[in-house]
């Protein structure tokens, strides 16, 4: 990529599901950054703290929809309350191990929602996401 992404967000409680994903990530060069949040709790957290005036606001986040303290849903309910310099240049994917066709339609009924793709993450499905959604960054 001739310019990475400044930060992904992953939002999964799976702690190998995280390393492998973050392992991915590094090897696609397709980001400066990486913060695990481990449920929406903490992921609504984390974009709500803002350090010396500017929020987090990650270019990408992959969220799992099944989680313990707030799973992927209740995580979108929150979400759609923050205001929009705290999710401001950001590209939510659904990253799940659900094979429930109701979740897919489900994630329809939410507009931040740009995806939704099933675990895990394999090179060519990074390099479909960002081809997608940020092609101004390849070279």
Not at 93 to 102: E, G, H, K, Q
Request: aromatic share 8%.
């Amino acid at each position: 990529m001739d310019k990475p992404l400044k930060l992904i967000l992953l939002v999964d409680d799976d702690e190998a599901t995280n390393f492998l994903h973050k392992i991915m990530i590094n090897d696609a060069g397709c980001a400066q950054g990486i913060h695990v949040a481990k449920n929406g709790k903490e992921a609504i957290e984390y974009l709500s703290n803002a350090i010396e005036g500017k929020y987090p606001q990650p270019d990408l986040i992959f969220l799992d929809i099944n989680m313990p303290v707030m799973n992927g849903w209740e995580f979108l309910e929150e979400y759609q309350k923050l205001n929009e310099q705290q999710k401001a240049k950001m590209v939510l994917v659904m990253l799940t191990t659900s094979i429930n066709p109701d979740d897919y339609e489900k994630s329809k009924d939410y507009p931040d929602v740009a995806g939704f793709r099933n675990k895990p993450l394999s090179a060519d499905l990074i390099k479909e996401i960002v081809q997608e959604h940020f092609n101004d960054n390849l070279v």
